[in-house]
């Protein structure tokens, strides 16, 4: 009678014991749910923030970084911050710079890489010429300097690795008809996306600016090739006997310069 | 008998100053705020003690020290941290492990100053415990956050904890972290008493699990005094870790075991016949009732004084 009595007790017990874990369990589910949609929301990340040197990939970062700061004590240019809650920013806590602001110095012993204690910021980074923080786009030629035949040149002459990450390009101003125009160009395999150009562009609003590789990037079609290349490498004519015909050249005498020396303007 | 216990009572308060009374929360107040002003120097004084936040820090460019509950958010999304990381988590656990896991949550954490206060309004307002979870519902807390960051593949609950959004807060820059600390506050004063570090942060849930063979340890030596005022329960933020001990009869140890006691000491401080003392985990001596006091569980006494706080 009493075991009878006792068993019972214990059924009932466990009931209400699987009825609290099932409860709790659902209350978790609730949370976990919340807690997933709102981190696929806090993914997204600004075009204008940029990560610090040696960041894994924005997915793998996010999986990665504590959220610690020690990157940004580091930084002996207070480039870096991290990101506040409720600012439309990167991930809360995660570090990022604004180029405008304050960009990166590219020192060469990259303390905030060195000071990070997860791996967020990969170590196999040695040499700060090869960081890829994004690149360099010079986004608005309307209103660049050298584009309007200007030489104002300060992205160029600011960039760490002048004539490898950014070029001057010579090309006829049309508009003078016998001046250059001294474009900026940016080579997106040498540009560390360090910022300083964005931050030095003498405009307003700077006309070339960071972006993260995905935005700045097109992606050339695996099967295509470059003629010219294929038949460097190949030592001669990809298909031989074929007649090759003169290129035609706009006639440099139909170009007829507005502004013409001993001419007695 | 009436008569007998309250002239005990005022004597008990007489003799024990407001400080003495005090005396551990005023020491953890202390460190809590040690702790705040070495991560502040650099920044604000430019003195650079101790950099980082308490999820990752470096101290002095020599020891590095580490979160458990973060780096194993981190590992379970399958990334390894490096070197340094992994020696502060090493540093960090044992340490705790062998001292007393949830030292963190009451002389470290910067949250405990809000809950406290939390709670020292739920008392001066006299309100009702409120919701309260099932005691392994801390656990259930930390399964999910791991479960949602081994899925997501991201620190998701880095988002929303709390505690890291408000110490970050206050050495980095605050933003709406605030509106967090808030939350927790009211949580703590008006839905559930002791609701946040006593039933759902799982930080404090990994911290808890580091607590169970710690030599840290309170004991509950002087048993036989107590009279049954109940200031201590009231005062506990884990209060159904007292009970085994001090309810104990005989040879049952008066050591509080429970790896949810957080080693405040809070219970010390209020005690005024100092049943309670720190101690370790092997010290399970009693000390045996002396004749001067007032006859201890006198059934009379007890309901005489059993209203007072
Ligand atoms: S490389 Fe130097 S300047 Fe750039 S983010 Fe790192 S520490 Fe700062
Ligand atoms: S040091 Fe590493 S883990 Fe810490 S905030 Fe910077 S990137 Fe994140
Ligand atoms: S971001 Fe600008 S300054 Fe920096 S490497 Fe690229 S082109 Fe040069
Ligand atoms: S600094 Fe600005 S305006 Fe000057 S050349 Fe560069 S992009 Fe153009
Ligand atoms: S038993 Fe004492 S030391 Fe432990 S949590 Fe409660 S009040 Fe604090």
Not at chain 2, 135 to 145: D, E, G, P, S
Request: glycine share 8%.
């Amino acid at each position: 009678m009493s075991d009878l009595k006792k068993t019972g007790l214990s059924s009932a017990k466990r009931r209400q014991f699987l009825g609290d874990a099932a409860r709790t369990a659902c209350g978790c589910a609730v949370a976990a749910t919340f807690l997933t949609v709102y981190q696929a929301q806090a993914k997204a990340l600004p075009a204008d923030a940029i990560r610090p040197p040696g960041a894994l990939t924005e997915e793998e970062f996010l999986s990665a970084c504590v959220r610690c700061g020690l990157c940004v004590r580091d930084c002996p240019y207070d480039t870096l911050k991290l990101a506040e809650l409720g600012e439309t920013g990167p991930a809360t806590g995660t570090p990022y710079f604004t180029a405008r602001d304050v960009p990166c110095e590219m020192c060469e012993d990259i303390p905030c890489v060195a000071a990070c204690p997860t791996g967020a910021l990969d170590h196999s980074l040695t040499d700060i010429d090869d960081a890829d923080m994004g690149v360099a786009v010079l986004i608005d030629q309307e209103n660049c300097l050298n584009f309007l035949g200007l030489r104002c040149d300060v992205c160029y002459r600011v960039c760490p690795l002048i004539d490898e990450a950014i070029k001057l390009e010579m090309t006829p101003n049309t508009r003078t008809g016998s001046h250059a125009v001294f474009s900026p160009t940016v080579y997106a395999d040498a540009c560390t996306g360090c910022g300083k150009c964005e931050k030095a562009c003498v405009l307003p609003e700077s006309a070339i600016k960071v972006l993260p590789r995905r935005i700045a990037r097109a992606e050339s079609a695996e099967h295509y090739r470059l003629g010219w290349e294929e038949k460097a490498k190949a030592g001669n004519a990809l298909v031989p006997g074929v007649i090759d015909l003169p290129d035609r050249v706009p006639d440099a005498g139909a170009f007829e310069p507005v502004f013409q020396p001993g001419k007695g303007q | 008998m009436t008569t007998h216990a309250l002239d005990a009572q005022s004597l008990k308060e007489k003799k024990r100053s407001w400080v003495l009374r005090n005396r551990f929360l005023l020491l953890r107040r202390s460190t809590q705020l040690l702790v705040l002003a070495l991560f502040l120097a650099g920044p604000w004084a430019g003195v650079w003690i101790v950099k980082g936040t308490l999820t990752s820090s470096m101290t002095l460019n020599i020891l590095p020290l580490s979160d458990p509950f973060l780096l194993l958010q981190t590992m379970v999304t399958g990334h390894w941290p490096e070197l340094t990381g992994l020696i502060g988590l090493a540093i960090v656990v044992v340490s705790y492990a062998v001292f007393g896991g949830r030292l963190y949550c009451s002389w470290v954490c910067p949250m405990n100053v809000v809950t406290d206060s939390a709670n020292w309004l739920h008392r001066k307002l006299d309100l009702k415990k409120g919701w309260q979870p099932k005691k392994h519902t801390r656990y259930w807390v930390l399964a999910m956050t791991l479960l949602v960051a081994a899925g997501s593949g991201s620190l998701a609950y880095e988002l929303v904890n709390p505690v890291t959004l408000l110490h970050r807060g206050l050495v980095f820059g605050m933003g709406f972290a605030w509106a967090a600390v808030l939350m927790v506050f009211l949580f703590d004063t008006f839905v559930s008493r002791h609701g946040w570090c006593g039933h759902l942060c799982p930080m404090g849930a990994v911290y808890g699990l580091l607590n169970t063979k710690s030599l840290l340890r309170i004991s509950a030596k002087n048993r036989e005094a107590c009279d049954d005022c109940m200031d201590c329960f009231e005062v506990c933020p884990e209060n159904h870790v007292i009970s085994p001990a001090l309810r104990g009869k005989g040879d049952d140890t008066p050591l509080i075991q429970h790896r949810d006691c957080t080693s405040c000491g809070r219970c010390i401080d209020v005690c005024d016949l100092d049943v309670f003392s720190f101690t370790h985990r092997f010290d399970t001596q009693l000390i045996q009732p002396t004749s001067i006091e007032p006859g201890p569980r006198d059934p009379v006494a007890t309901k005489a004084m059993g209203g007072h706080k």
